[in-house]
């Protein structure tokens, strides 16, 4: 199984300030048929479903502000949020969708 | 818009069984991989369960293998789990996730599993 984890557990922000969260995984998520990144990043605010914000990486789902971007490949990647706003208060979670079983991160819990 | 909606959760005793059904609209449903993912309470996520469009490719999380099953009914655009041998480790929100291969999109609201005596 490809094991996902993310640093740090939890970080606070000031309100304008950016956010960084890391995801490492346990083997490459390159895929070298169509050279994409099969990482996923989803946010999840109190009482809510998750949220689809980045696939292949760095690709932002529908709707998602251009604040959230994704970067990264093969095993590492980077979730930055550039100036947090109060509703970004979430947990976050990267997910690999390279391949059954899939797996999640611990998640990253942003707070201001 | 697209809509996904679960039933069927509630309380069961350790060893019991329940089936969880998914409600999708708004969606080419017979197009689409389908999952299931849970979420203890106060914990993170768990992919549960993944199956094809046609209903004859599925993978399963370790801990659930042989005691849980997906399958889907494409002509009521509609998803299951049916869980037997319920242990209490099984208690979780169950969301059902439209997926993109094996990306997965759109979340329902989710429906809670208790697992008690």
């Known amino acids: 199984d490809i094991v996902m984890t993310q640093s740090p557990d939890s970080l606070a922000v000031s309100l304008g300030e950016r956010a960084t969260i890391n995801c490492k995984s346990s083997?490459?998520?390159?895929?070298?048929?169509?050279?994409?990144?099969?990482l996923a990043w989803y946010q999840q605010k109190v009482g809510q479903p998750p949220k689809l914000l980045i696939y292949?990486?760095?690709t932002r789902g529908s709707g998602v502000p251009d604040r959230f971007s994704g970067s990264g490949s093969g095993t590492d990647f980077t979730l930055t949020v550039s100036s947090l706003q109060a509703e970004d208060v979430a947990v976050y979670y990267c997910?690999?969708?390279?391949?059954?079983?899939?797996?999640f991160g611990q998640g990253t819990k942003v707070e201001i | 818009e697209v809509q996904v909606v679960e039933s069927g959760g509630g309380l069961v005793q350790p060893g019991g069984s329940l089936r969880l059904s998914c409600a999708v609209s708004?969606?080419?449903?017979?197009?689409?991989?389908m999952n299931w993912v849970r979420q203890a309470p106060g914990k993170g996520l768990e992919w549960v369960a993944i199956i094809n469009k046609d209903g004859n490719v599925k993978y399963y999380m370790n801990s659930v293998k042989g005691r849980f099953a997906i399958s889907r009914d494409n002509t009521k655009n509609s998803l299951y789990l049916q869980m037997n041998g319920l242990r209490v480790e099984d208690t979780a929100v169950y969301f059902c996730v439209t997926g993109r291969g094996f990306l997965l999109d759109i979340w329902g609201q989710g429906t809670m599993v208790t697992v008690s005596s």
């Open positions: 083997q490459s998520l390159l895929s070298s048929s169509d050279n994409q990144n099969y």
């Open positions: 708004g969606f080419i449903f017979n197009s689409e991989w």
């Open positions: 292949w990486a760095s």
């Open positions: 997910h690999q969708h390279y391949g059954a079983p899939l797996t």
